[in-house]
């Protein structure tokens, strides 16, 4: 191709490697000579000059069972960072950590050089990823607070704030006793619901009534079932995810409690199903693909080697209460 085009071997080098100190009478010549001869870059013999790959690693620290299932949060963020990864001529390696195989897994892969970065999602209580990464000097980012207490760039929502909201708008409507069902407590996401929900009941002078879920809609009819044992006078329910929300209003009508009539209830979300609910799911919409682009523009920054303020590493977007007819 260098002869072709009349130039040297590494004037072709950084032609096809996109640098910006070529000629662009040169450049033209050269991509020519690549139209005429077919050329197609090796991806594996480029990364080995540039030492990058072009390639992140999502990292999903759940069970198969659990990114596939019709929780559609996994797949919006898997979706929103793909696009986002592709926009900028890189692609997303899809990798899960549910088990400690899995994380061992993550981190050969990390250090064998096959990522220029890497977004962990999902993270449940002393995750070692984190820490293992860390000593890899690669740039990670975190989807969401981490659950463990290192320096760990992350993009978040308002947690604590939305379900606050939430409750504070049934207690608004003139709901008196309001249940909540949590998500994992193992989790950042589950903790500052929790703590949003009890803030907003403490400056209210009422007293929380608790029943545990993992963010699943099982788990929420169950906790909507134990709930109604508990406490048969409620009238209303904060579910700290729009799954747990679904399974609590299956419960509900099961029991022959209206709602909203008889029991109001909240979700957290916003997901797709909300709208489509009987009644429609009043929630907290939490801005999922904002997220998961903000996530991947922290990343593409730290790789580049760049160190951004700290409200753009450590940041949080808001939420917005959604009223439609459960509440």
Known sequence: MAARAGVSRATVSRVVNGSATVNPRIREVVELAIRELGYVPNPAARSLVTRQTNSYALVVSEPPTRVFSDDPMFSTVIRSASVELEAADKQVVLMLAGSPGGHA?????????????????????????????GRLRVPVVSYGRPTVPVD????????????????????????????AITGPLDMVAGQDRLAGYREALRDAGRRPIIALGDFTRESGAEAMRQLLEDDPALDAVFA????????????????????????????????????????????VRQPVSEQAAAMVHLLLTLAEGRRPPDRERYKILPTELVVRESA
Not at 241 to 262: F, H, K, Q
Request: hydrophobic share 45%; net charge neutral.
């Open 105 to 133: 897994r993550v981190e050969r892969y990390v250090a064998g050089g096959h990522v220029d970065g890497v977004m962990l999602m999902s993270m449940h209580g002393a995750d070692p990823l984190p820490a293992a990464l």
């Open 152 to 179: 760990l760039p992350y993009v978040d929502n308002d947690n604590a704030g939305g379900a606050a909201a939430a409750v504070r708008h049934l207690l608004g409507t003139g709901r008196r006793r309001i249940a």
């Open 240 to 283: 700290a995810n729009d799954m747990m929300a679904i399974g609590a209003l299956r419960t509900l009508r099961s029991a022959g409690r209206r709602v909203p009539d008889d029991v109001a209830v909240v979700g957290f979300d916003d997901i797709e199903a909300a709208r489509y609910c009987e009644p429609p799911l009043t929630t």
